[in-house]
């Protein structure tokens, strides 16, 4: 059974960092891409990175590039998203989602990201 | 980027009766392969999204028949038939030919 485990929930000031964690099992990881996705209270879903099965390329939404990195630990089965320079904006339930083939499969339960002073 | 617009925004239905949610999309979603990678997913309150659609009309593994997707190009439907209780839940249209990835506004679905 596939299961992504996100954490790293908190809360935060604005200006500052965050690492988000998705521990993943139940299928290779190492063979997929995977993808972060946000959704901020009582709205939609903003897809927000994604990174190959061998980190050979990453992509970011405009809303988060040059604040925001994903990377990946294949020999820990984890996924990461490093948050520096945080907003209000950026306040969301963060989900981490396995990539197939053109189509994020599997997410995770979700972590809450609050910034607020 | 590409522009996903699902209506209608929200549904109340009896049980039992059938409905379409559709997405059009501001690009052809037509990838280099010739697939089209159109998904519908549901959030059920409370819980996280899960795919119940992929490439348009390919079932994911435990869904009921009673979904069905049809569409190409940049025009794609979602029917629900017979709606079930367990139905309910925020239903979204994901493109994953461009990046970056978009996803509709999202149709809310009640239940009567």
């Known amino acids: 059974e596939v299961q992504l485990v996100e954490s790293g929930e908190g809360l935060v000031q604005p200006g500052s960092s965050m690492k988000l964690s998705c521990v993943a099992s139940?299928?290779?990881?190492?063979?997929?891409?995977m993808n972060w996705i946000r959704q901020a209270p009582k709205k939609g879903l903003e897809w927000i990175a994604l990174?190959?099965?061998?980190?050979?390329?990453?992509y970011y939404a405009d809303s988060v590039k040059g604040r925001f990195t994903i990377s990946r630990d294949n020999s820990k089965n984890t996924l990461y998203l490093e948050m520096n320079s945080l907003r209000s904006e950026d306040t969301a339930m963060y989900y981490c989602?396995?990539?197939?083939?053109?189509?994020?499969?599997?997410w995770g339960q979700g972590v809450m990201v609050t910034v607020s002073s | 980027d590409v522009v996903m617009t699902q209506t209608p925004p929200s549904l109340s239905v009896a049980i039992g009766q059938s409905v379409s949610i559709s997405c059009k999309s501001s690009q052809s979603l037509v990838a280099s392969d010739k697939n089209t990678y159109l998904n519908w997913l549901l959030q059920s309150p409370g819980r996280s999204p899960k795919r119940l659609i992929y490439?348009?009309?390919k079932l994911d593994s435990g869904v009921p028949d009673r979904f069905s997707g049809s569409g190409s190009e940049k025009d794609f439907t979602l029917k629900i038939s017979r709606v079930e209780a367990e139905d309910l839940g925020v239903y979204y249209c994901?493109?994953?030919?461009?990046?970056?990835?978009?996803f509709g506004s999202g149709t809310k679905l009640e239940i009567k």
């Open positions: 490439q348009v009309s």
């Open positions: 990174i190959y099965y061998d980190s050979s390329s990453k």
């Open positions: 989602a396995k990539w197939d083939s053109g189509a994020l499969d599997y």
């Open positions: 139940g299928f290779t990881f190492s063979n997929y891409g």
């Open positions: 994901l493109q994953g030919t461009h990046l970056p990835l978009t």
